[in-house]
């Protein structure tokens, strides 16, 4: 356990050493919620309410959306691929260590100041809640995030795993990243699809990932629906967890440490 | 005893051709084609410990290929591999706690870091106790001279700086199996003679088992008294280097300096000349007629001064290579 936070205190540290891009990843977020904004302005100029939805229930829902992914986000499959096809993936193999448990360390040394923001942020966003926040749906509400990034994660290092049989995948990662994130709420409420679409979407596993933790915090979704969505987070993160191991067998024999 | 021992390993690859251009890509994108090659054929050879080897050979030989298989980086395709008792492959953190792998090509140092963290981080991943830490570090600042740099980002470093910081990380562990790759290119020779000075250092205080591959003979020369040459994935020779040059030396360079202009073809008549730079020329004469030949140069020429010297080193190497007798 050590050495991991070992990795994670050093990833953090070598985060740090770029202060300025963060802030810039901060302002580039909040700039596409003012743009999205602005353009779903003028479809509130004709209705009041859309898809259940008022203007300002909506401001709430980017805002929600914004530190959500602040927590779940996750560039490890781009990370991933990349260490594979620069041969750097050599360094951390040599290590006596677990690669998952040193990659997920890694990872999360590299937003550990992320959650400060992210804390910031949903400490707002709780004292301005209308539907009403106590203790037990603040925890609740931790466990789905932890899931949702946990699950994230692992689909990432899936993503990122296939580069050991496909060398460059950075477009086609780039693709599939749109889709999910449409798919899973990213770009706008799930309630906005026509309804055959949406009710389609929920079902996917990426709903689980953003959708499903906003809905939670709006007060949207019932009780038994809740469970149901957790047991689901659970599902996938032990299936995905099989595959990655099954992969990482399979690619790290596949892997040609190249870089001379 | 036996550190690490080798036994018919093979290792192939499967590249994919591309014509060049653009019609190139395209066409490839429906009808791969692939090639094999064979980086390492059919190679054994057993190291004890303790001993230093040198690794050498042209460029696609092998050797990297070796190095990695051993240090368990690569699938081997066939073949038995056996390094301080351990299947690198399994990767058991037992084994990797007893290696390192230096690569002069890549770096393990955290890039926006200074160094020193790199070697903190290292002492967790390898559980090394604090007192020792301390030891080891303050050994390797002493034999390295880094206490200046460590705490410098690794970005700003030279090379040579560099390379120093990225051995003392990879020796935190105190590590009974090394192997290094190349850990001299790009260095000017002030460092490579360091660098080759520590690693001998840490060969005899640690007695640690070591295996270096270097497009420097320098560093062959200097630190391995057994040498391993790979080539195109084959082992053809592991003996000394004074063997090397018993076995593939065919001829003595004799170089004379005469006191007068001499006759080219009349010179050309006692072995092949190498060099000829008025007064001084390199005649290769084959070896058992050196004496001879020394002797008709001293009767009939007007000789200031005469060496007999084997050829370098160097030089043997590169016949070999491209020669390719290795018969």
């Known amino acids: 356990m050590k050495k991991y936070l070992a990795i994670l205190k050093t990833s953090f540290l070598a985060d740090l050493a770029y202060k300025v891009n963060f802030f810039f990843y901060f302002f580039r977020q909040t700039l596409q919620i003012l743009i999205s904004l602005l353009l779903w302005r003028t479809v509130f100029l004709e209705k009041l309410v859309f898809q259940g939805y008022s203007f300002q229930d909506l401001i709430y829902y980017f805002f929600i959306l914004f530190f959500v992914q602040t927590f779940v986000d996750s560039d490890a499959a781009y990370n991933l691929s990349g260490l594979i096809k620069s041969g750097d993936l050599s360094n951390s193999l040599l290590w006596p260590l677990s690669f998952f448990w040193s990659f997920f360390s890694f990872h999360w040394g590299k937003k550990v100041y992320r959650l400060f923001y992210f804390l910031l942020g949903i400490i707002i966003l709780a004292a301005v809640s209308t539907t009403g926040m106590n203790p037990l749906k603040i925890i609740i509400f931790a466990v789905i995030l932890i899931n949702a990034a946990l699950l994230i994660f692992l689909y990432q290092f899936f993503l990122g795993s296939l580069s050991f049989w496909l060398v460059n995948i950075s477009s086609t990662l780039w693709f599939l990243r749109q889709i999910t994130d449409l798919a899973g709420g990213g770009w706008l409420p799930l309630d906005f699809f026509p309804k055959n679409l949406s009710a389609f979407a929920r079902v996917l596993p990426f709903y689980l990932t953003v959708g499903f933790p906003i809905e939670f915090f709006q007060g949207k979704i019932t009780a038994v629906l809740v469970l149901k969505n957790i047991f689901s987070q659970y599902f996938w993160i032990f299936i995905l967890f099989f595959v990655v191991a099954f992969l990482w067998r399979k690619g790290v024999k596949e892997y040609e440490a190249v870089g001379k | ?327």
């Open chain 2, 1 to 327: 005893m036996e550190a690490i021992t080798v036994s018919h390993l093979r290792k192939f690859y499967k590249v994919h051709k591309k014509e060049p251009g653009l019609l190139g890509s395209l066409k490839s994108l429906f009808a791969r084609k692939y090639e094999t090659i064979e980086a390492v054929n059919d190679i054994s050879f057993k190291i004890d410990e303790g001993e230093l080897v040198g690794f050498i050979g042209p460029n696609g030989a092998g050797k990297t290929t070796t190095l990695k298989s051993l240090s368990g980086l690569l699938y081997p395709d066939a073949g038995f591999l056996s390094v301080l008792g351990f299947s690198p492959w399994d990767k058991k953190a037992e084994f990797l706690k007893q290696i390192a792998f230096v690569m002069g090509q890549k770096n393990q140092l955290w890039w926006d870091l200074p160094p020193y963290e790199t070697f903190i981080l290292n002492k967790e991943i390898y559980e090394v106790p604090n007192a020792q830490f301390e030891q080891t570090l303050n050994e390797l600042i002493d034999l390295l001279d880094i206490k200046e740099v460590m705490t410098i980002q690794t970005r700003k470093l030279s090379l040579g700086q560099r390379m120093k910081c990225e051995l003392a990380a990879a020796l935190i562990h105190r590590p009974k199996v090394l192997f290094l790759d190349e850990p001299t290119i790009g260095l000017d020779v002030v460092m490579q003679k360091k660098i080759r000075d520590f690693i001998k250092e840490y060969n005899l205080r640690y007695k640690a088992t070591i295996i270096l591959t270097s497009h420097y003979m320098g560093d062959v020369k200097e630190l391995a008294k057994r040498v391993l040459v790979i080539d195109k994935g084959k082992l053809v020779f592991d003996g000394s280097l004074s063997e090397i040059i018993a076995k593939y030396a065919d001829h003595k360079l004799i170089s004379v300096v005469f006191s007068e202009p001499v006759d080219k073809i009349k010179l050309k008549k006692l072995g092949k000349i190498k060099s000829f730079s008025s007064p001084k020329v390199v005649l290769s004469v084959k070896k058992g007629q050196t004496a001879l030949a020394a002797a008709e140069i001293l009767k009939n020429f007007p000789v200031e001064d005469l060496n007999i010297e084997e050829p370098a080193i160097e030089d043997i190497i590169r016949e070999l290579f491209t020669g390719k007798n290795y018969a």
